[in-house]
């Protein structure tokens, strides 16, 4: 099934367990606070950005404008040079590119002071959050440092580029708007696994939910949501099975080429051999349908988006491993585990706008023992994973996540940071700004959240209405300059890490 245009609400008449949609933003308004759980006043946005410059623990003022100069700017950005002609950077262009080369943001302050934003589960649905990869091609930057090969997608057919790969995981919840809550954002270095750099985000993520509360004492474990880029058997194993150090679920969306298998059936009395460890064969490929084993579960629905949609799922299934990727560190002599779960196949009628669905979509779940899947949630969940396709392609567009154009990959995660707190900031904001919409754009009905392009369009008012907690620039003398006679020192290149490169081994006994 194709990646819908927009994130869906839930369809009318759908049932189940998320029948119950988030309150309105009207009601919400009643109780003194906004969707995003901000207090009416503003005084939560004051306090997130006073503790946000605690965690910019060197030039920080510079970094805290330049990410005000973001939100402030009219139009999309295009470099930290423009930005520093923003009223909001009182500082000069020399300031922006400095606190980014020499600035420090202290990592875990910044990641719970985003985590301590995420509002508390509804009793019986759990925390959902999302991961996905998004490149930041930079082919023609010969010095830029650690780069890789990263998959640029364009209007011509997708091509691989020498770039930066960044994993970013968002929290998502229900609604009609496509916010997410920016958590964590990091770069995959050379050489590192995909799957790995995904799991210590979580990881990270449910110690810092833990530290902040969040983390409900009852009811069902949080919700991860994972692209089809990702190893699903060693998520759930790590996950589901509790080595991560908290219990989640797992959802991962798969290729329609994987083959799984059932458990296998008794072995008859008296056989002798090696017992067998997988049965039933599950295809999940189009045309192979008669190859299927009856469903254990299905369940029918209707949406106003999609039409009739049909869920099917087949319990406890499993892959079978072979000793490759991230199975080739397997300690040898010990059999790969058996990581089961419920894989699912989601059919729909129609895609938004009424297009034609091409294939069905297959997932894979996992939770900890004694969790029931609960099918009716869990298709409806998978496709709010599609808000992040939004938030990068926001964050990219309008706040300029791949404008910047460093040669320093640790200035490129600075700028990335930023990036991420800038949008936090407009979460937050967006039941704190007036409409300031363009004339030919139409009004917005009552009660509902405005856009982050809309929010980004009053957010300067606001922003002179709650001012910062930056000091303001010294007052400085331009300095003596190059002295006479000194040269510059020729910089070596940076040629992109491809999984072929040999180490250097030049240096060593």
Request: proline share 9%; aromatic share 6%.
């Amino acid at each position: 099934m194709s990646m819908p245009d927009t994130a869906p609400p839930l369809g009318a008449g759908a049932g189940g367990s998320c029948a119950a949609d988030l309150s309105s933003a009207a009601a919400l308004a009643d109780a003194g606070i906004s969707a995003a759980g901000e207090p009416a006043d503003g005084a939560g946005l004051v306090a997130f950005r006073r503790e946000l410059l605690g965690c910019f623990t060197r030039r920080g003022d510079a970094l805290l404008g330049l990410a005000d100069a973001m939100l402030c700017t009219r139009g999309p950005v295009l470099s930290p040079a423009e930005l520093s002609l923003e009223p909001e950077f009182d500082r000069g262009y020399g300031s922006a590119y400095e606190g980014l080369a020499e600035g420090r943001v202290e990592e875990v302050a910044f990641r719970r002071l985003l985590a301590g934003r995420i509002a508390p589960a509804r009793p019986a649905e759990p925390l959902m959050f999302a991961a996905d990869t998004t490149a930041l091609p930079r082919p023609d930057a010969a010095y830029a440092d650690e780069r890789t090969m990263v998959l640029s997608r364009r209007t011509g057919g997708d091509v691989v580029l020498p770039g930066w790969n960044y994993s970013i995981l968002v929290g998502v919840g229900w609604g009609d708007s496509s916010w997410v809550d920016p958590l964590d954002a990091r770069r995959l270095r050379p050489g590192e696994d995909h799957t790995a750099v995904t799991l210590g985000q979580v990881r990270a993520l449910l110690a810092d939910l833990d530290v902040a509360g969040r983390l409900p004492a009852a009811g069902p474990p949080p919700l991860f949501l994972f692209d089809s880029g990702n190893d699903a058997s060693a998520l759930a194993y790590e996950l589901a099975g509790g080595r991560a150090g908290h219990q989640a679920q797992v959802l991962v969306r798969l290729n329609p080429r994987r083959v799984f298998r059932g458990d296998p059936d008794p072995r008859p009395l008296g056989r002798r051999g090696r017992t067998a460890r997988h049965g039933r064969r599950l295809p999940l490929a189009t045309g192979k349908e008669a190859e299927r084993p009856a469903p254990d579960a299905e369940l029918t629905a209707t949406s106003d988006r999609h039409g009739t949609v049909r869920v099917r799922a087949w319990h406890a299934m499993h892959q079978e491993l072979g000793r490759e990727g991230r199975w080739a560190r397997w300690p040898a002599g010990r059999e790969l585990p058996i990581v089961r779960g419920s894989v699912i196949q989601v059919s729909v009628e129609r895609l938004p706008g009424g297009r034609k669905p091409h294939q069905d979509m297959w997932l894979f779940h996992a939770a900890p023992a004694g969790a029931e899947p609960d099918l009716d949630l869990l298709w409806k969940a998978y496709l709010r994973r599609f808000d992040q396709e939004h938030f990068h392609r926001f964050v990219k567009v309008y706040l300029g996540l791949g404008s910047a154009h460093l040669a320093s990959a640790q200035a490129s995660d600075r700028w990335v940071q930023l990036v991420m707190a800038a949008y936090a900031q407009l979460r937050m904001a967006s039941a704190l700004t007036d409409d300031m919409r363009r004339p030919w754009q139409p009004k917005l009905p009552d009660g509902a959240v405005p856009s982050p392009y809309r929010t980004r369009l009053a957010f300067r008012r606001l922003r002179a209405t709650i001012g910062s907690p930056a000091r303001p620039a010294k007052f400085s003398r331009p300095g003596p300059g190059r002295p006479k006679g000194s040269k510059n020192r020729p910089k070596a290149p940076c040629p992109p890490y491809r999984k072929t490169t040999k180490p250097d081994v030049s240096h060593t006994e």
